[in-house]
């Protein structure tokens, strides 16, 4: 995986404390059967919102995208939309629509006429389906392709027009359950930025459903990083990277270094590195980010711990590469740098403890 830390959203884009919520998941858990999918999730998403929920394969993410749809009821739990409780609602009477993995467009129907079909459905006037399908094939920049049938157009143009069929029913909340991971790689980096600007054109909050890091990077107002059916950590994408609450979200999240510690007397201690903390005598545990692992300089910076190692292995990522470092008391280091800068031999490397970042154990969960 590439460096984050270039791609992250500016902090000032979006402030969700400032922004009335617009849906509250309370105290949600689903079991099937005897496997419990999801465990006591609450969230509150904002109006405007951006939101990905993130995790890998069996997290619970798109259990709980069908929940908030209305596909699937919550075992326990309750959805609220402003004064509005939607649990128990089918997914017709909820200001909700879905953007599937499939985009599940009809074949036999023009690309103007999938727009149009949840409109034609609801029986709403002819002049207004016509407005309305005009306008949101315009937003998606597919008001050229109107006449065509699905299978003359592309992968990527396949998913404006099942995003313009949602937007179409001008719903309070959009859900896109992993729409992009069809594409292509170079056409998923354009769809991610176009996708995000179309969100902030239209004001519709977006719950979008992702297993790949640097797309919900990329694209979120904020994460909420699913874990076994339990939420990690939910914070802006700048946050959750620099300021991970867990072992398992500093190594979901990017790479990074792990330093099992002791701390005596304000020292921590890992290995032969030492450096100064305010905390209790007892074990902790720090995440590094390999971009604050750097080749020491001549002289030495206030307050840095230094150690020496030399590289094992590196991996070029463009203008950045990243090298484990073997230490020369057994630790190994990542190292993010600008490529070509680590020489090969010793070398003397540093680091700020104001940089490792104090996480908790990630205990194993059934």
Known sequence: MSSLTATLPSAASFDCSTRRALLSVRHVAKSFGQNAVLRDISLEIAEGEFLTILGESGSGKTTLLRIVAGFENPTTGELWMETKRLDGLPPYQRPVNTVFQNYALFPHLTVEENVAYGLRVAKRPATEIAERVADALEKVKMRAHAKKKPSQISGGQQQ?????????????????????????????????????????????????????????????????????????????PREIYSRPVTAYVAQFIGHTNLLGSDVRGGIARCGELSWPVSLPDGP??????????????????????????????????????????????????????????????????????????????????I
């Open 160 to 236: 404006r027009v099942a995003l313009a069929r949602a937007l179409v029913n001008r719903p309070r909340l959009l859900l896109l359950d992993e729409p992009l991971s069809a594409l292509d790689a170079n056409l998923r980096r354009q769809m991610q930025i176009e996708l995000k600007s179309l969100q902030r054109e239209v004001g519709i909050t977006f719950v979008f459903v992702t297993h790949d890091q640097e797309e919900a990077m990329v694209m979120s107002d904020r994460i909420a990083l699913l874990r076994s059916g339990e939420l990690e950590q939910v914070a802006t």
């Open 284 to 365: 902790a545990l720090f995440a590094l980010r390999p971009e604050h692992v750097r080749l020491a300089g001549l002289s030495a910076a206030p307050g840095s711990v230094r150690v020496r190692g030399h590289v094992i292995d590196r991996a070029f990522h463009g203008a950045t590469e990243l090298s484990r470092i073997q230490c020369d008391h057994g630790l190994i280091l990542l190292a993010r740098t600008a490529s070509g800068t680590i020489p090969s031999g010793q070398a003397e490397f540093e680091f700020s403890p104001s940089d490792a970042v104090l996480v908790r154990e990630s205990p194993e969960r």
